[in-house]
């Protein structure tokens, strides 16, 4: 599908075109989203360069995301997508800068593109200035990319808050937690790390692109404003990466914990047989005395050698417990 969005006033708001008549020179933005061959085709004639296929946007070599075609600069990064919908994936996305115009080619519906429609859609939006070009879209778009990558992080350390407090709790009564309970900590710590991966390359492929953006506004070709921009964004990049690094720690610490709290558990529970086994020993021997089969035992014709045995075993029981219990092993 492809949307033009034409500049009117303060905004930008989508409009038909017809693409045998060609792109109104109005247009500031199109968004190709999963393009047909013949709103490619409408593109790369509008450009005069060709654009990148859904296969050579996967490539990573440097030298494929990054470059210049007859002045028309070409930028691809993998960025985050569906994570509002608990099934988040990453998915590449090509910008291209041609002079006043912005073009964007994708396969993925993020969050932050419909965040950042929705802005320019209205006046007194901070982003369409009069001498809105190229690279100023393409920083709004990026800023709404990033505070999209942002408010994630929060989601995610909110998570792991909660998986936090439940680990260093107890359940009501202040029964310890089980099995069922270790499961469901080891499987949020788990998809909690596999999110925050996915969303450590999308701030990579962002922060790359600020970075390819910037050495071609050294030669001045973006004003003084974009440059500041820009500046503001590789911070703000920075601090998010510096963040992403934060919660990764935290991941590897609940994982070590569970590690250790599942080892305590199995300890207990060695405890316990190991415990059983030693109080039951001296009743066991005891037992095993007097089932002996000798025909000269003067225990079985002692009239109280049953009610002696009995006593002698529950005694052999009850000491090795005391013991245990002073030594403070229980």
Same mark, same amino acid.
């Given at each position: 599908?492809?949307?033009?969005?034409?500049?009117?006033?303060?905004?930008?708001?989508?409009?038909?075109?017809?693409?045998?008549?060609?792109?109104?020179?109005?247009?500031?933005?199109?968004?190709?989203?999963?393009?047909?061959?013949?709103?490619?085709?409408?593109?790369?004639?509008?450009?005069?360069?060709?654009?990148?296929?859904?296969?050579?946007?996967?490539?990573?070599?440097?030298?494929?995301?990054?470059?210049?075609?007859?002045?028309?600069?070409?930028?691809?990064?993998?960025?985050?997508?569906?994570?509002?919908?608990?099934?988040?994936?990453?998915?590449?996305?090509?910008?291209?800068?041609?002079?006043?115009?912005?073009?964007?080619?994708? %396969?993925?519906?993020?969050?932050?593109?419909?965040?950042?429609?929705?802005?320019?859609?209205?006046?007194?939006?901070?982003?369409?200035?009069?001498?809105?070009?190229?690279?100023?879209?393409?920083?709004?778009?990026?800023?709404?990319?990033?505070?999209?990558?942002?408010?994630?992080?929060?989601?995610?350390?909110?998570?792991?808050?909660?998986?936090?407090?439940?680990? *260093?709790?107890?359940?009501?009564?202040?029964?310890?937690?089980?099995?069922?309970?270790?499961?469901?900590?080891?499987?949020?710590?788990?998809?909690?790390?596999? *999110?925050?991966?996915?969303?450590?390359?999308?701030?990579?492929?962002?922060?790359?692109?600020?970075?390819?953006?910037?050495?071609?506004?050294?030669?001045?070709?973006?004003?003084?404003?974009?440059?500041?921009?820009?500046?503001?964004?590789?911070?703000?990049?920075?601090?998010?990466?510096? %963040?992403?690094?934060?919660?990764?720690?935290?991941?590897? *610490?609940?994982?070590?914990?569970?590690?250790?709290?599942?080892?305590?558990?199995?300890?207990?529970?060695?405890?316990?047989?190991?415990?059983?086994?030693?109080?039951?020993?001296?009743?066991?021997?005891?037992?095993?005395? %007097?089932?002996?089969? *000798?025909?000269?035992?003067?225990?079985?014709?002692?009239?109280?050698?049953?009610?002696?045995?009995?006593?002698?075993?529950?005694?052999?029981?009850?000491?090795?417990?005391? %013991?245990?219990?002073?030594?403070?092993?229980?």
């Amino acid at each position: 599908m492809l949307t033009a969005y034409l500049k009117e006033g303060e905004c930008l708001l989508p409009a038909n075109i017809d693409l045998h008549a060609g792109v109104p020179d109005g247009v500031a933005w199109i968004d190709l989203n999963t393009p047909t061959s013949e709103e490619e085709h409408a593109v790369e004639r509008l450009l005069g360069v060709g654009i990148p296929n859904r296969e050579e946007m996967r490539e990573i070599e440097e030298s494929s995301r990054f470059y210049t075609e007859n002045g028309v600069q070409f930028m691809t990064a993998s960025i985050l997508h569906s994570s509002h919908v608990g099934s988040p994936g990453i998915s590449p996305i090509t910008f291209i800068l041609a002079g006043d115009r912005l073009v964007t080619l994708r %396969y993925s519906n993020p969050k932050a593109f419909a965040q950042f429609q929705t802005r320019i859609a209205k006046p007194g939006n901070g982003i369409i200035a009069p001498k809105c070009d190229a690279s100023w879209l393409f920083l709004g778009l990026i800023e709404a990319i990033t505070d999209r990558i942002a408010d994630i992080l929060e989601n995610i350390a909110s998570g792991l808050d909660d998986t936090s407090a439940m680990l *260093f709790s107890t359940e009501p009564g202040g029964r310890p937690m089980g099995t069922p309970a270790f499961r469901e900590a080891l499987r949020s710590i788990g998809k909690e790390g596999a *999110f925050l991966s996915k969303v450590r390359e999308s701030l990579a492929g962002v922060n790359r692109m600020l970075v390819y953006l910037s050495a071609g506004a050294g030669n001045g070709k973006a004003s003084k404003e974009s440059r500041a921009w820009m500046k503001s964004l590789e911070r703000d990049t920075q601090s998010l990466n510096d %963040y992403v690094g934060f919660l990764s720690n935290k991941i590897t *610490f609940l994982l070590d914990t569970v590690v250790g709290l599942v080892s305590v558990e199995q300890n207990a529970i060695i405890k316990i047989f190991s415990v059983a086994a030693v109080v039951f020993m001296p009743p066991t021997l005891v037992a095993s005395i %007097y089932g002996m089969n *000798f025909h000269h035992m003067p225990e079985l014709s002692w009239l109280a050698g049953y009610p002696w045995a009995l006593g002698l075993m529950l005694l052999s029981a009850v000491l090795p417990l005391l %013991y245990f219990r002073r030594k403070g092993w229980l």
